[in-house]
């Protein structure tokens, strides 16, 4: 079946280093997001992608980075510069604008220790 | 900011109807109207869209007003399985013609047995 897969589902990272977060589908989806979301809170945008080779800061994009080199995937980096990555990140896809769904991954859930 | 206002949470009993509101006055004429629901610690799942005219799918129907300036979600037969957050969101056009979800927080609905 057709989905998102975001890994790994669980991730520990010590303060001062960088950590990559994996997004794939195999939707043939053209956009991807990337979204954080804090306890109790809705979803804040960090990074989108329309297209391969091209993406746009969203609301909170500061600590963090994208690259969108394949259709597929869209792996997000937490940078040492976030200075409070602790949260749980989504990933999500579309078809082309207006009258389609997003498809949501199962989310990867970030600790600093 | 989310374009949308909804009910911080509700409440309501397993088998009967349920009809969650959504306000949102600025819509434009080219904004459609989503709605998704989150289990905890899991992605958003794609409830239900639309543009005009209600819609209906096997999982919810969607009342829209005629000025579009509100919605309604309705849930036809409550299950426990039905407990979550529920937003309701507007495809934003941005300047540059990329798109993006934006995620209020939500209504949390409790079904009670």
């Known amino acids: 079946d057709g989905g998102i897969t975001q890994s790994p589902k669980y991730l520990f990272r010590k303060e001062g280093q960088n950590v990559t977060l994996s997004c794939e589908q195999n939707?043939?989806?053209?956009?991807m997001y990337w979204y954080r979301q804090d306890p109790g809170q809705g979803l804040r945008l960090i990074y989108y992608?329309?297209?391969?080779?091209?993406?746009q800061k969203g609301d909170i994009a500061e600590g963090y980075s994208v690259s969108r080199e394949k259709k597929e995937s869209f792996p997000l980096t937490v940078t040492s510069a976030q200075k409070n990555p602790t949260a749980f990140y989504l990933c999500?896809?579309?078809?082309?604008?207006?009258?389609?769904?997003?498809?949501f991954g199962s989310g990867t859930r970030l600790t600093v220790v | 900011d989310a374009k949308t206002t909804q009910p911080n949470s509700m409440e309501s009993n397993e088998e009967e109807p349920v009809h969650l509101p959504c306000n949102h006055s600025?819509?434009?004429?080219?904004?459609?109207i989503h709605w998704y629901r989150q289990l905890p610690s899991q992605g958003p799942e794609y409830v239900i869209h639309?543009?005009?005219s209600n819609v209906n799918n096997r999982m919810a129907s969607l009342a829209i007003a005629e000025d579009r300036k509100s919605s309604t979600l309705i849930l036809h037969r409550a299950t426990l399985r039905d407990a979550a957050v529920y937003y309701c969101?507007?495809?934003?056009?941005?300047?540059?013609?990329?798109?993006?979800?934006?995620f209020g927080k939500g209504t949390k609905l409790t079904v009670n047995p």
């Open positions: 969101i507007l495809r934003d056009l941005t300047q540059g013609g990329s798109e993006k979800l934006v």
């Open positions: 939707l043939n989806h053209d956009a």
């Open positions: 992608s329309q297209i391969v080779n091209d993406f």
């Open positions: 999500a896809s579309t078809r082309d604008r207006g009258s389609y769904g997003y498809t």
């Open positions: 639309g543009l005009t």
């Open positions: 600025t819509i434009s004429g080219t904004d459609y």
